[in-house]
């Protein structure tokens, strides 16, 4: 398609339409704030700049009914989790102490440790009590089964029970002997010999008796056999006998020592039933395993010499004490868990090695995040929490139960314990984008359930004298907290304008502290090069641009590949059928403008718009859709009273990536109503903004970077005053330009045109007026006119040439 | 007081399946402390061997309570393996103590009376099955002038000696003075006559002993309860006790100390 070749700013109206630089950027209005630096301002407290979630945080943190856990969802930042602290802090102040956990030893299934739950504080005590009560016992029953009392009944008893066995064996051996047999020790047992003059009698001499004397012999040895082996099988039910009264002196000895020392632990925690029991059971285990303390080793270990090691026999009357409140002051914790893994939110079971192998007890049961929290706040991090397996699902329960992770996926089989639940009672605050959360609200039906109050920060703020000086405190606070210098008012101002920027709107201004943080403390490391006192606008703004410099990277490989002509961008002249439009890529926190050549050729058909970039699967369903609208407004404008005719193809030159979005569709506009025409487009303006059926055009998103984009790639080439960019009027409250492009703007060498319908764009484009519609149609001469002309001429050609030829062109 | 006791060796006698690593590092220890080997005495039963000729032979074996017959060739080649392994384990005691040892195996009595002489230490083992008698040692045909006496429950080996004193109780006092220097370690002297437990300690500090670590104890009786009774609190590692008038509650006091008792014989040594 060949150029129309009207010169650039012919029937442009000079002036008309463009925006004032005013209109291009707001400044920061702190009259009313009188301060020199943000040293001189109170910070910030609390979460006053979100009044909504503060009202949500404060409901769910003082309700007391369960499931009324928090979900606080907005931009991710420290302060917002710091202040929700806080505020969950200002909150557990009134809650009342809560109660210290203790795992103790299950006598009964030791591989199921018993927890006992004891008023606030009381743990320590309880834990003292019994060490050193093992220990005085420790110290004490070896020395009581060492005194002449006890050992003189040993002895007496061991001698009594000895007699007995070497009575036994002593008849037999006399009853053999008289018999000539004697009893003899084989290097495995016992047998049965005949002797003679107080020999074994040998073979030979034996052979020579008499057959009588030797079956008297062979008899003699049966039947005593037959005694032997009945004395033989009696001894280890003797030496039993042994055991067991041993065992049972030993016993009433230990109880007669041991049970005032119990009875005194206990009358500290008469009002504690559940330790009275375990306290019972331990002397009750002591004195059924007495041989702990009477065994040589245990006498030799002593008192105070690591007497209860991990393994040891002692370790089992020991209290592990999970939690306790005795380190924290009044009202209940506050615990934030960082890193929440199902062991470090729901505590863990360790092991130690014994000769090779794993082992493990009550005393290695280690507490987790939940059992520091219990009766307080838990805060986590959503995404923290759904990227640990289990931790999710087991924060759901109502119970505080010790899972070994190993063992829920199936790759450990060591003996491990089922320590008893520990009943939760915590109120869970989570941290979390909102992407996160609704999706989480989609696919897991219990997130209503669990978590009933939602806590939901705003990202901006509407931009006022009274948000801009709350603003100002916050920036100020940030840098005090984070050890920078103080801003100055220039500075301050240099951050809320910024702030207005991050926010896409020159009425709101950003919360996103984050990034007001960082930016801070990069023009703070600047000023301090500078030797400012204080952080000024230059430092801030010097801050700005190293921030987009290092950033930039993409954006200067597009811009330069716009400037040796590998992809082609006009900023100059008029072409029919093409116009540039503009989009906006987004890199992490950085988004910058660029433009994009689009074109449209037109035929007679079937009244079809090809969307190329739909055709090769290139274009999103919201630009599908801007494609759709522009047959909708054809239809709504130029009502023909026969089908539309038009078949016109619309492409992205050069674009090989995909294409989304609406807010190209007024340029697509531009160019197909340019080719049905034929009046040719200023290639020195770019275009942005979505159309409705009915030709008003709509707001869009990234309108700065989109102008900036157009700006620079005009800069590199030189400004020639007649370059700038057409933005949907509703766009303007949202202009916060760069300071050049506002400068260029006032000296008249580059123009934002806000538009509020295609006729006034189609105005500017083609440097003619589009034509308001009368009961003659449209004016000659203008756009509009040649438009409906151009279609009527196609629904001839349609009507002559018949459907199925049109068909065929059509396609 | 006369002259150093000659002691010339500890002698084991060790019986099939009787082997007991601890004691054995005990025995090994004292020898150490005495500067003195240890002489294994392996006896092969004479009467067993007769015993297993017969062709009715058989034995119960413990602890299945299985009778099984008893065959020459078999009970040999078993107290033969017996006296290896043991002879093994002796050897592993000495070398961890670092003191001299032999071995030697015979067939005959198991009290091998004729082996045994004076300056011979000869060990008595406390039965830890029952049906095996106690040794009589008064009527032991052992010719040996000092015996051991090793209880079952022998507690570890710390602490320090003690020495009985009756009158004329110069070796056992030498003996315990050199096991006591030798280890720099206590002594405790026991004594009925208060004047006698002064000389013999007055003796003991001549031999080199501090007298910081001399203790004195005085008993009404030489009876063992009362020995019992003057030894429970001090905790000693080993009694030395004379032979003669004590032998017969030198069990007693092995078991109830849970310590070992070395009996001399005075004027033996």
């Known amino acids: 398609m060949a150029a129309a070749g009207t010169s650039a700013g012919r029937g442009f109206p000079e002036g008309g339409g463009k925006l004032s630089a005013g209109q291009l950027y707001r400044q920061a209005d702190l009259s009313g704030l009188a301060f020199a630096t943000t040293a001189e301002l109170a910070p910030l407290a609390g979460l006053e700049d979100q009044p909504r979630a503060r009202q949500a945080i404060g409901f769910g943190a003082g309700i007391a009914q369960s499931g009324f856990n928090i979900f606080a969802i907005g931009p991710a930042g420290l302060r917002t989790q710091q202040a929700i602290k806080e505020l969950a802090e200002a909150t557990a102040q009134a809650r009342k102490l809560p109660r210290d956990w203790v795992y103790v030893h299950n006598f009964a299934e030791p591989h199921r440790p018993v927890a006992i739950a004891l008023p606030g504080r009381r743990a320590p005590a309880f834990q003292k009590a019994i060490h050193d009560l093992i220990e005085d016992l420790h110290a004490a029953l070896p020395a009581l089964f060492e005194s002449e009392d006890f050992q003189k009944r040993r002895a007496s008893l061991e001698q009594s029970i000895q007699a007995k066995t070497e009575r036994s064996f002593a008849a037999l051996r006399e009853k053999a002997a008289a018999r000539n047999i004697a009893v003899l020790r084989t290097p495995m047992g016992f047998a049965l010999a005949p002797v003679h003059d107080g020999k074994v009698v040998e073979p030979e001499e034996f052979g020579t008796w008499p057959e009588a004397q030797q079956q008297a012999v062979r008899e003699a040895i049966q039947t005593l056999e037959k005694e032997l082996e009945e004395t033989l099988r009696g001894i280890p039910r003797i030496e039993k006998e042994q055991r067991d009264a041993l065992r049972e002196l030993a016993r009433k000895t230990a109880e007669l020592a041991i049970g005032p020392p119990f009875d005194q632990v206990k009358t500290g925690f008469a009002d504690l039933p559940e330790v009275l029991r375990h306290i019972d059971a331990i002397r009750t285990d002591l004195l059924e395993n007495l041989g702990f303390l009477t065994a040589p080793d245990a006498a030799a270990q002593g008192p105070g010499q690591a007497a209860m090691p991990p393994g040891g026999p002692f370790e089992r009357y020991e209290i592990n004490i999970l939690v306790t409140q005795a380190d924290h002051a009044e009202g209940a914790p506050v615990i934030e868990e960082l890193n929440p893994t199902l062991g470090n939110l729901f505590g863990r079971i360790e092991h130690f090695q014994i000769e090779g192998a794993l082992v493990t007890n009550f005393r290695l049961i280690k507490a987790g995040a939940l059992h520091r929290a219990n009766g307080g706040t838990i805060l986590l991090d959503a995404r923290a929490l759904l990227s640990e397996p289990f931790s999710w699902a087991a924060l759901k329960r109502q119970e505080i139960v010790i899972e070994d992770v190993s063992r829920l996926i199936g790759l450990a089989a060591t003996v491990s314990l089922e320590p008893d639940p520990i009943p939760l009672d915590v109120k869970i605050v989570l941290v979390g984008d909102r992407q996160l959360y609704y999706l989480l609200a989609m696919l897991d039906p219990d997130l209503a359930r669990y978590f009933k109050v939602l806590a939901d920060f705003d990202d901006a703020a509407n931009r006022t004298p009274e948000s801009e000086a709350m603003l100002a405190r916050l920036i100020g606070g940030l840098a005090a907290r984070a050890g920078l210098r103080p801003l100055d008012r220039s500075g301050v101002a240099a951050v809320i304008e910024y702030a207005s920027r991050l926010a896409g709107d020159a009425h709101k201004i950003s919360l996103l502290s984050e990034r007001l943080s960082d930016l801070v403390a990069e023009a703070d490391h600047i000023a301090g090069g500078e030797v400012h006192a204080a952080i000024q606008r230059e430092d801030v703004e010097a801050a700005i641009a190293r921030y987009i410099g290092r950033m930039s990277r993409l954006k200067e490989q597009s811009q330069e590949a716009i400037l040796r002509e590998i992809a082609l961008i006009e900023t100059s002249g008029m072409r029919v059928g093409q116009v540039n439009g503009l989009s906006v890529l987004s890199l992490g926190d950085y988004a910058f403008g660029q433009p994009s050549r689009i074109t449209c050729t037109v035929r007679p058909g079937t009244g079809k718009i090809v969307d190329i970039e739909r055709e090769v699967a290139l274009g999103g369903p919201l630009h599908s859709k801007g494609v759709l609208i522009l047959s909708g407004y054809l239809a709504g404008r130029f009502a023909l009273n026969s089908p539309m005719s038009l078949s016109a193809s619309l492409v992205f030159e050069q674009s090989y990536g995909g294409v989304e979005g609406d807010s190209a569709s007024s340029a697509e506009l531009y160019a197909l109503l340019s080719a049905l025409s034929g009046l040719a487009l200023r290639q020195d303006l770019a275009v942005t903004g979505s159309v409705n059926q009915h030709g008003a055009v709509q707001a869009i998103g990234g309108v700065n970077e989109k102008i900036e984009g157009f700006f620079d790639l005009c800069a590199a080439r030189g400004l020639t005053g007649t370059q700038g960019v057409l933005i949907p009027q509703a766009n303007v409250q949202h202009l916060m330009l760069r300071q050049d492009v506002v400068e260029a703007c006032a000296a008249g060498r580059f123009a934002v045109y806000p538009v509020a319908a295609i006729d006034q764009g189609i105005a500017l484009l083609t440097g003619r007026a589009a034509g308001a519609q009368t009961d003659g149609g449209y004016p000659e001469g203008t756009v509009n006119r040649l438009v409906e002309e151009r279609l009527k001429h196609f629904a001839a050609i349609r009507k002559e040439a018949g459907g199925e030829t049109l068909h065929e062109l059509g396609k | ?269």
């Open chain 2, 1 to 269: 007081m006369s002259g150093p006791t000659a002691i010339r060796r500890i002698v084991l006698r060790l019986r099939p399946g009787a082997a007991d690593p601890a004691m054995l590092r005990l025995v090994a220890e004292l020898a150490r402390l005495l500067d003195i080997g240890i002489h294994g005495l392996f006896v092969e039963d004479e009467a067993l061997l007769s015993l297993a000729a017969l062709p009715f032979a058989r034995e119960i074996r413990l602890p299945t309570f299985d009778w099984h017959p008893l065959d020459i060739e078999e009970l040999a080649r078993e107290l033969r393996q017996s006296a290896a392994r043991l002879r093994q384990l002796l050897d592993q005691a000495a070398s961890s103590a670092g003191v001299s040892n032999s071995f030697e195996t015979l067939r005959g009595s198991p009290e091998l009376a004729g082996r045994l002489g004076a300056g011979d230490i000869v060990i008595a083992i406390e039965p830890r099955a029952a049906p095996l008698p106690r040794l009589d040692l008064r009527a032991g045909p052992d010719s040996a002038s000092l015996m051991l006496l090793i209880p079952a429950r022998a507690r570890p080996q710390s602490g320090p000696f003690a020495a009985v004193i009756a009158p004329d109780s110069a070796a056992v006092l030498e003996i315990a003075s050199r096991l006591a220097l030798a280890a720099n370690d206590g002594l405790i002297l026991l004594s009925v006559q208060d004047k006698e437990g002064r000389r013999m300690a007055g003796h003991a500090a001549d031999t080199g002993i501090p007298q910081s670590r001399i203790i004195r104890g005085q008993i009404p009786s030489a009876a063992a309860p009362e020995i019992i009774k003057g030894l429970a609190r001090l905790h000693p590692r080993l009694v030395v006790m004379p032979l003669p008038d004590l032998a017969g509650d030198a069990w007693q006091v092995a078991i109830n100390l849970g310590v070992p008792v070395l009996l001399v014989q005075e004027g033996g040594a």
